[in-house]
């Protein structure tokens, strides 16, 4: 049988400066009273009042969870579905990054179909029922959760983080506002742009990649390119900015639908037993598994060389592959990327560890989608060389 391609998106994206207003009357066509998911950080920058105030325009009353500390966990899926039911909530509405995007997704789902957020992990569990209606509205440019019907839920039991894919955990609505990531300092602003490449080049080597993944993928990696440095250095370059939200969205509908692959599936582990960021955790592997896979992709590396230097019009495919590996290198260089031991990662604890994230990483799927499948072997001692990984060579760092 033919595999078959499958494009999925949020049935409306609203993506412009200022679309955040246009909360209240979406949400108005979903619901009458709504929970909104967020963090403390979002509340005094105001982005929580300032939804709220919306939703009263359009006669929608609302209830506030702030409970998203870090990355999601079970415990706060469990305490915002509590709440939700305690205040007869029929719809949600996420502000904030990658883990209130999550967690809001976790919610609507368990709302109408009941459980425990794990048992839905590898579909051992199907949503039959329709989710509660979901808002999402991203303040970084970098998860693309908005876009995407997977959430990541760590479990507090056994410190794995579960990666759930089902088209249930899709929001109904994205407002990407780039106003909103003026706020997000420099050090969020590289972690998430370079998960954000890091979506867009991983849907594009994945096996599972399509045509309509490709060309998105592409966009986004152009997007991401051009403008990253600018938002990093300069916070308040809204044009910066605004790119910067639109890549991210593609490349969060790109893998949405490509799958992710090998540094994905590392990364998973390293979140949950090191509470590392999933941004920062990704951006430390990509350049290490890049250089593994490369020659099993050299075409579609080279296809990324070449955005990273469109005016080199002579390099054959192999060479172009380097520059795309090189240029990965140097930009996470530029954007004070640390290895492991650099993030202070404790050396043993981490050779400890090596054996249940290779089998955390395997167990997750995403190693099966790398251009380049690796045994456990390949995978562990992959772990060993991204903990010491280094961006630079010895002339550079002179």
Request: net charge negative; proline share 5%; aromatic share 6%.
């Given at each position: 049988?033919?595999?078959?391609?499958?494009?999925?998106?949020?049935?409306?994206?609203?993506?412009?400066?200022?679309?955040?207003?246009?909360?209240?009357?979406?949400?108005?066509?979903?619901?009458?009273?709504?929970?909104?998911?967020?963090?403390?950080?979002?509340?005094?920058?105001?982005?929580?009042?300032?939804?709220?105030?919306?939703?009263?325009?359009?006669?929608?009353?609302?209830?506030?969870?702030?409970?998203?500390?870090?990355?999601?966990?079970?415990?706060?899926?469990?305490?915002?579905?509590?709440?939700?039911?305690?205040?007869?909530?029929?719809?949600?509405?996420?502000?904030?990054?990658?883990?209130?995007?999550?967690?809001?997704?976790?919610?609507?789902?368990?709302?109408?179909?009941?459980?425990?957020?794990?048992?839905?992990?590898?579909?051992?569990?199907?949503?039959?029922?329709?989710?509660?209606?979901?808002?999402?509205?991203?303040?970084?440019?970098?998860?693309?959760?908005?876009?995407?019907?997977?959430?990541?839920?760590?479990?507090?039991?056994?410190?794995?983080?579960?990666?759930?894919?089902?088209?249930?955990?899709?929001?109904?609505?994205?407002?990407?506002?780039?106003?909103?990531?003026?706020?997000?300092?420099?050090?969020?602003?590289?972690?998430?742009?370079?998960?954000?490449?890091?979506?867009?080049?991983?849907?594009?080597?994945?096996?599972?990649?399509?045509?309509?993944?490709?060309?998105?993928?592409?966009?986004?990696?152009?997007?991401?390119?051009?403008?990253?440095?600018?938002?990093?250095?300069?916070?308040?370059?809204?044009?910066?900015?605004?790119?910067?939200?639109?890549?991210?969205?593609?490349?969060?509908?790109?893998?949405?639908?490509?799958?992710?692959?090998?540094?994905?599936?590392?990364?998973?582990?390293?979140?949950?037993?090191?509470?590392?960021?999933?941004?920062?955790?990704?951006?430390?592997?990509?350049?290490?598994?890049?250089?593994?896979?490369?020659?099993?992709?050299?075409?579609?590396?080279?296809?990324?060389?070449?955005?990273?230097?469109?005016e080199n019009e002579s390099p054959s495919n192999k060479?172009?592959?380097?520059?795309?590996?090189?240029?990965?290198?140097?930009?996470?260089?530029?954007?004070?990327?640390?290895?492991?031991?650099?993030?202070?990662?404790?050396?043993?604890?981490?050779?400890?560890?090596?054996?249940?994230?290779?089998?955390?990483?395997?167990?997750?799927?995403?190693?099966?989608?790398?251009?380049?499948?690796?045994?456990?072997?390949?995978?562990?001692?992959?772990?060993?060389?991204?903990?010491?990984?280094?961006?630079?060579?010895?002339?550079?760092?002179?």
């Open positions: 049988m033919e595999n078959i391609a499958i494009f999925r998106a949020p049935e409306a994206i609203f993506y412009s400066r200022g679309s955040h207003k246009k909360v209240g009357e979406e949400a108005a066509h979903r619901g009458s009273k709504a929970l909104i998911i967020s963090d403390q950080i979002m509340n005094q920058l105001g982005y929580v009042d300032e939804c709220k105030t919306y939703l009263e325009a359009s006669n929608v009353q609302s209830v506030i969870y702030l409970g998203v500390a870090s990355e999601p966990t079970d415990d706060y899926v469990a305490e915002a579905l509590e709440l939700f039911g305690k205040e007869q909530c029929d719809l949600v509405i996420s502000v904030g990054g990658g883990s209130c995007i999550d967690t809001a997704k976790a919610v609507a789902v368990l709302a109408t179909n009941g459980g425990y957020i794990g048992d839905y992990m590898g579909g051992k569990k199907l949503a039959t029922q329709r989710p509660i209606p979901h808002i999402a509205i991203p303040t970084t440019a970098g998860t693309g959760s908005e876009a995407t019907d997977v959430t990541v839920i760590t479990s507090s039991s056994t410190d794995v983080k579960m990666m759930i894919k089902q088209p249930a955990f899709m929001p109904n609505v994205a407002i990407v506002d780039p106003i909103l990531t003026l706020s997000s300092p420099r050090s969020v602003t590289s972690a998430t742009g370079v998960d954000a490449l890091s979506h867009a080049v991983e849907a594009y080597l994945s096996r599972k990649a399509h045509p309509m993944t490709d060309s998105i993928a592409l966009s986004a990696m152009k997007l991401i390119v051009a403008n990253i440095l600018t938002a990093y250095s300069d916070g308040e370059n809204i044009d910066a900015r605004e790119a910067m939200s639109l890549g991210a969205l593609q490349a969060g509908m790109a893998f949405s639908n490509a799958s992710v692959c090998l540094v994905h599936g590392m990364s998973r582990p390293i979140g949950a037993l090191f509470h590392v960021p999933h941004g920062i955790s990704n951006a430390m592997l990509l350049p290490a598994v890049l250089e593994f896979s490369q020659e099993a992709c050299v075409d579609r590396l080279a296809d990324i060389g070449r955005i990273f230097e469109p060479e172009a592959a380097e520059i795309a590996v090189q240029s990965i290198k140097k930009l996470c260089l530029q954007l004070r990327i640390p290895n492991l031991r650099g993030w202070g990662i404790d050396e043993t604890a981490f050779k400890h560890a090596v054996a249940k994230m290779t089998a955390d990483a395997i167990e997750s799927g995403s190693p099966a989608n790398n251009p380049r499948v690796p045994t456990a072997d390949e995978l562990a001692e992959l772990y060993r060389t991204c903990y010491d990984y280094q961006l630079a060579t010895e002339e550079e760092k002179v």
